[in-house]
């Protein structure tokens, strides 16, 4: 597609339940990025693909968040148990290349996954 | 660790009014510094950015000038437009500490009035 595409846009789940949310960037980028963004704040770092290998999950909050991109394009995040707190919109971004470009902060973003836990 | 902190809002400008939003920013190494802008209904999309220090980015009829002596990176335009409404955001990335995360600040929404 033209963009990176996200979905679902929305997700209502119940305390304690699984979750995943799919991301598939921009036909060609090889870099992919997860952010979190909760109400009144900007977005959070969690974790950055480079192909298809995490490079860097240290923003992953704890053990019931994980990620995977397995073809080194659409990549799945995965929330279990899920709690409260963990509402939130998570975007997920790409650009073309990893490191290099990366440092120079031009990033895509997809329109993001907005997550409720009622 | 590094941080960015930004003007709060809302703000509310009458249209042709000029626009200055806030940036200020903490990092241990070198950072690049950028804008980034959400209009409603759309993603974050990079709006300017400034690679070292007194380096000035600009689009769209938008500046902001990397002043490393006052670790600033304030957005202006001299004339907003109803369209320019959107949430802000002032953000860096460290690539002297070998980092590639962008650190965002927490936004400024801008409301431009007819």
């Known amino acids: 597609g033209a963009g990176v595409s996200q979905t679902p846009s929305n997700k209502v789940t119940e305390k304690g339940k699984y979750v995943e949310l799919r991301c598939d960037p921009i036909?060609?980028?090889?870099?992919l990025y997860w952010y979190r963004q909760s109400l009144g704040q900007g977005p959070e770092f969690l974790i950055y693909f480079q192909g298809t290998g995490a490079a860097d999950d240290s923003g992953l909050p704890n053990d019931r968040f994980f990620a995977v991109r397995p073809e080194g394009s659409v990549s799945t995040l995965k929330i279990q148990r899920t709690e409260r707190g963990d509402s939130a919109v998570y975007l997920c971004?790409?650009?073309?290349?990893?490191?290099?470009?990366?440092?120079?902060?031009?990033?895509?973003f997809g329109e993001g996954s907005r997550l409720t836990v009622l | 660790g590094d941080s960015v902190t930004q003007m709060e809002g809302p703000v509310t400008l009458s249209e042709e009014a000029f626009l200055t939003i806030n940036c200020t920013y903490t990092a241990t190494g070198y950072p690049s510094l950028f804008w980034y802008v959400q209009y409603p209904g759309e993603g974050l999309q990079l709006l300017l950015k400034?690679?070292?220090?007194?380096d000035k980015g600009s689009n769209k009829g938008f500046e902001a000038t990397y002043r490393k002596e006052t670790t600033s990176f304030h957005l202006e335009k001299g004339s907003v437009q109803v369209s320019d409404s959107a949430v802000y955001f002032c953000a860096l990335t460290d690539s002297g500490a070998g980092s590639y995360q962008l650190t965002f600040g927490k936004g400024t929404k801008l409301s431009v009035i007819p």
């Open positions: 036909s060609g980028h090889t870099a």
């Open positions: 971004a790409s650009s073309l290349r990893g490191g290099s470009s990366a440092y120079t902060g031009e990033l895509f």
């Open positions: 400034a690679t070292k220090a007194d």
